[in-house]
């Protein structure tokens, strides 16, 4: 079976860099400098019944997924998103409208947030379903410093924005919000140490910033904020949530709490930052990541 983990680690070691690159393979989006300052690149897939329901998702919700999912990753880097290509290959037979709809419900996603598609591609597939790449560009404006992964240090406070758990049952996994303001909140006025987009779990996000920043995280799972009808476990590790995960020093903390401010998603403190190489543990020391199923493998 495919072990997408795995796969990355064995893989992001052996890709050699050229310069121009300020930060290469591992964090939500590459950074680029460039005579303007510096050019944000991600790249995310959309697959049919991997991803979303392909017999119970209209097209164009999930074309306006895809693009939100890209959006997400500018968002936990601080950065402003600006143009995306798009590619999507159906199976031989599927309507000509549904391929249309799809690219309508990416261009209005990114259309809400200013972001223009400027190309792409459109292929067949021999064999039953669809599949979608976008690839999006953003910028950070002169003199702000990016959002990374590895800014971590211990005694930060650890916040959360929104809330966690049941995405699939509450379709928040196609209705979410990107937390573009609040990302460009955090990194404009410089609140936050790192930060990433929780994707694919609240556990196994939290070990990735963990292990980017040579630090450990510990998080109270008694103030993780649920989403409607969702468990613990679920809040957790059943991932699809695209909130912000991000760490803030300790004498900038109660500042952040009180200047939050109104309209965002809800702001939570779930633990603190401490000395250690990538574990994730609760108040009394227990291993978080022992004995569970965590994450959404792709």
Not at 177 to 195: D, K, M, Q
């Amino acid at each position: 079976m495919l072990n997408e983990l795995e796969i990355l680690k064995t893989l992001l070691g052996s890709l050699e860099q050229n310069s121009g690159v300020a930060v290469g393979p591992g964090d939500d989006c590459a950074v680029l400098d460039f005579a303007g300052g510096k050019l944000l690149a991600a790249v995310d897939q959309l697959i049919g019944d991997v991803h979303y329901f392909s017999n119970g998702t209209s097209p164009r919700r999930a074309g306006a997924k895809l693009m939100k999912r890209n959006l997400s990753d500018i968002a936990a880097m601080g950065g402003i998103p600006r143009w995306a290509l798009l590619s999507v290959a159906v199976a031989n037979g599927r309507e000509a409208e549904w391929i249309l709809e799809f690219c309508r419900g990416a261009a209005d996603a990114g259309m809400k947030y200013d972001v223009a598609i400027v190309g792409g591609d459109i292929a067949a597939l021999k064999n039953p379903g669809e599949t979608a790449s976008l690839s999006i560009l953003g910028e950070m404006p002169h003199g702000e410093t990016v959002l990374l992964r590895s800014g971590a240090k211990a005694g930060e406070g650890i916040y959360v924005t929104g809330r966690f758990g049941n995405s699939l049952a509450t379709e928040h996994h196609l209705d979410f919000e990107p937390r573009l303001r609040e990302g460009r909140f955090l990194a404009s006025n410089h609140w936050a140490s790192a930060a990433l987009d929780v994707s694919d779990g609240l556990l196994l996000d939290a070990a990735r910033l963990a292990a980017a920043s040579g630090v450990a995280m510990r998080i109270d799972p008694g103030r993780v904020p649920r989403r409607e009808g969702a468990s613990l476990a679920a809040a957790l590790g059943d991932g699809e949530d695209y909130e912000l995960l991000f760490t803030v020093p300790p004498e900038r903390a109660p500042e952040l709490e009180k200047t939050w401010p109104d309209g965002f998603a809800p702001l939570t403190r779930i633990g603190e930052v401490m000395a250690g190489s990538g574990e994730v543990v609760a108040p009394d020391g227990a291993d978080l990541l022992k004995d569970r199923v965590i994450g959404y493998e792709h």
